[in-house]
């Protein structure tokens, strides 16, 4: 569930408290008249299921509540209430099939900007990557890929593409390339430093790598795993699966090959390095790619759940009635004629 914390203008507080009250799959509706300061109005509190979120945003938004007030949703991890439970019984569709496309948006948008943290993740990630192609060591592979920040621009740029945000379409593609080109420069500085100081050398690269070559020679398969990466990145994102997501991190060539681009052109050994950008290119455009068209196919599986007769649509059972504890009985007050 989503718990809304609403600030209306007391002049809307009535129509919003009808569109909420209205609504099969709003709970625990609560309203403070005049509570709300900056700005000023009433306050409404109210649990929505993720099921029927979307639709209720909507409707807030067409009634100017963002615009006059404030609409702010927090996930609810633990609803122990009858209430909710038949909210989610009269909601179309199950909870983590839903997509709150104001929720995603947040979420994506905030990956967008180019924060310092964001560089310096990229660029550690990118660095030990460059270090781990010239050992052959996978698990620094590993390492990288789980460091590395760019499927956030990633996920958002999908976003975007999908709602046409034209906005966060170019602060997306700004994170990436920015982003990658800075962490690829600092990349090559290291390199030549590390190998100043006797650590790394160029014979290292030119030796057989049999555990990391795959991250400079593309191949067919090589779309068709950031294509799943990117499906996979998607549904985590907008089902909330934060440890799915770790996975399809650890499975796209994206850190890697741009390290090894980096670290070949310092060593000046451009068909590796040509090799290593084809990667790169193919893994981000496969993951864009994915990324959009499962963000369509789940809007349309989902407008098409949420039009259906309310006799076929997907609900929870309803809950099965509990047996009175024995305890609770053995502890009831007897009445003045005796009985329990």
Same mark, same amino acid.
């Given at each position: 569930?989503?718990?809304?914390r609403i600030?209306?203008p ?9 569109? &909420?009250a209205?609504?099969p799959?709003v ?32 409707? &807030? ?17 633990v ?14 569709g ?6 709150v ?16 943290t ?6 550690l ?10 050992l052959?060591?996978p698990?620094?592979?590993i ?17 975007? +593409? ?7 379409i ?34 290292m690269?030119?030796a057989?790598?049999p ?16 294509? +799943? ?18 996975g399809? &991190? ?9 390290a090894?681009?980096a670290v070949?052109?310092g ?25 959009v +068209? ?47």
């Amino acid at each position: 569930m989503l718990h809304l914390r609403i600030i209306v203008p007391t002049d809307r507080s009535v129509a919003v408290q009808e569109l &909420l009250a209205a609504d099969p799959a709003v709970a625990h509706l609560i309203v403070l008249p005049g509570a709300a300061r900056t700005p000023p109005g009433d306050v409404v509190l109210c649990d929505v299921v993720r099921e029927g979120a979307d639709e209720v945003l909507e409707a &807030l938004r067409a009634l100017g509540v963002d615009r006059t007030g404030g609409v702010v949703g927090d996930g609810v991890d633990v609803t122990l209430s009858a209430a909710a439970d038949r909210a989610a019984r009269a909601a179309p569709g199950l909870g983590t099939d839903a997509v709150v496309w104001d929720e995603i948006a947040q979420k994506t948008g905030e990956e967008t900007r180019l924060s310092v943290t964001y560089l310096l993740l990229i660029t550690l990630a990118t660095v030990i990557a460059g270090i781990a192609v010239l050992l052959d060591q996978p698990i620094l592979i590993i390492g990288a890929m789980v460091v590395g920040p760019e499927f956030g621009p990633l996920a958002a740029l999908c976003v975007a +593409l999908l709602r046409r945000r034209g906005l966060v379409i170019r602060r997306s593609l700004l994170a990436l390339g920015v982003g990658f080109l800075a962490a690829m420069a600092v990349t090559v500085l290291s390199t030549w430093v590390l190998t100043a100081a006797g650590l790394i050398d160029r014979s290292m690269l030119l030796a057989e790598r049999p555990m990391t070559d795959f991250i400079w020679r593309p191949d067919a398969l090589s779309w068709v795993v950031g294509f +799943l990466a990117g499906v996979a990145g998607m549904l985590s994102v907008t089902s909330n699966r934060s440890g799915s997501l770790v996975g399809v &991190l650890i499975s796209v060539t994206t850190v890697p090959a741009a390290a090894n681009v980096a670290v070949a052109l310092g060593y000046g050994v451009f068909d590796e390095a040509l090799g290593s950008l084809l990667q790169l290119l193919i893994n981000l455009c496969a993951i864009v790619v994915a990324g959009v +068209l499962t963000l369509l196919v789940q809007r349309l599986w989902w407008d098409r759940v949420a039009t259906r007769p309310a006799w076929i649509r997907w609900r929870r059972p309803a809950p099965a009635p509990r047996d009175p504890d024995p305890a609770d009985r053995s502890r009831a007050v007897p009445d003045r004629t005796g009985g329990a």
